[in-house]
């Protein structure tokens, strides 16, 4: 066999191994579920996730030995006023704003990337998640709700 032979094949199986290690990696499914106007439900489940922010952000502040990753998801305006609901992980919390990067690559936003820097005020969250190291979720309130709707 040739010597680019060679490299062309290992380099295709780097990047097969590259991509499974990544999608391994991933602590939820990519899902996008389109919704219009919020349901009463799904409406309940974000009035929900702001009434224990308090709480997510003590625990942020001072987590426990168990906890692995924090999120939260906001709602943003992109292309057209369509809105989008985008995770942001790497969070800080100081004077009632999170600082963070997005934790997936927006749909309705040009320009941003995943792992772009945002900040995020307390009052525009959705939903908060907390992941513990043995793979279970805390919070994660509209997840019941749209699972419903897939």
Known sequence: MSRLFIIALVAIVLAFVGIQ???????EPVSIIQVNQPTPELQRAIDKARA??????VRLQTPKATDKA??????????NGQAEHIWINNLKFKDGRFSGTLAEQPLLLPGKRKGMPINVRERDIS???????D????GNFAEATLAGRR
Do not use: C, N, Y
Not at 52 to 57: E, G, H, M, Q, R
Not at 70 to 79: E, S, W
Not at 135 to 138: A, H, L, R, V
């Open 21 to 27: 290690v990544g999608l391994m990696m991933r602590s």
């Open 52 to 57: 224990a922010l308090p709480d997510f952000v």
């Open 70 to 79: 924090f999120a939260i998801q906001t709602r943003v305006i992109g292309v």
């Open 127 to 133: 939903d908060w998640a907390i992941l513990h190291a």
């Open 135 to 138: 793979g279970t979720k805390e």
